[in-house]
């Protein structure tokens, strides 16, 4: 049961990062259209983003349980089940899940780049530039979050100091609280709810 948990955490993960990728090509995409012409309305396939959000981490995850039946140095090898219900070599951490990692950092630090230049040469009316710079900063607090919290994880993993473990369990339990403030805790969101509740007490108010 340790080696399936650790196996399920590790395609959860991966695909955290694969779709905070997806996130930052959706923007810079939407950046590079938008300066020319206003966006089609018909609605796009999400199959694209679904196959490469969840079929990367499928395969990585897969290599990664192969790795522990390959004759290669111990030191390589996940064996999820050894010592805890996680990776238990470092440096199988570092091949397996920190390659991944760094990659989805720098792709996402490009892209948030070029996106940043595509935002200053916009020439979109005000309110869809308002529109798509909101969904923009709701992309970079994500990134820049989801992305420190797993930088800290590599230092937890090679030094013995308690602080950085207790700062990146802390940063990490607390994704969940993050996501729902980022795109739940909207001034949008937040106005429709106060009016659905106002609307719902209005008719609760005429059936009495």
């Known amino acids: ?74 030191n390589f090898k996940p064996d999820f089940a050894e010592n805890s219900c996680w990776y238990s070599k470092n440096w199988s951490i570092v091949v397996c899940f920190g390659i991944p990692l760094g990659l989805s950092v720098l792709f996402n630090t490009v892209m948030f780049v070029i996106t940043i230049v595509e935002i200053r040469r916009t020439l979109l009316d005000a309110k869809f530039a308002s529109t798509q710079k909101r969904n923009f900063y709701i992309y970079v607090r994500l990134f820049v979050l989801m992305g420190l919290t797993w930088i800290l994880s590599f230092f937890a993993s090679f030094t013995d100091s308690y602080v950085i473990d207790y700062i990146f369990v802390s940063l990490n339990a607390s994704q969940g609280i993050f996501l729902f403030v980022a795109f739940v805790c909207r001034q949008n969101v937040l106005h429709h709810v106060v009016r659905r509740l106002s609307q719902d007490q209005t008719k609760s108010t005429l059936y009495r």
């Open 1 to 74: 049961m340790c080696e399936v948990a650790a196996i399920m955490q590790n395609i959860g993960f991966l695909a955290t990062f694969c779709w905070m990728s997806i996130i930052g090509y959706n923007s810079r995409k939407t950046f590079r259209y938008s300066s020319i012409k206003l966006p089609s309305s018909k609605p796009k396939s999400v199959l694209p983003s679904a196959l490469a959000g969840w079929g990367i981490p499928l395969i990585l995850s897969a290599g990664t349980i192969i790795l522990d039946y390959l004759e290669i140095p111990d």
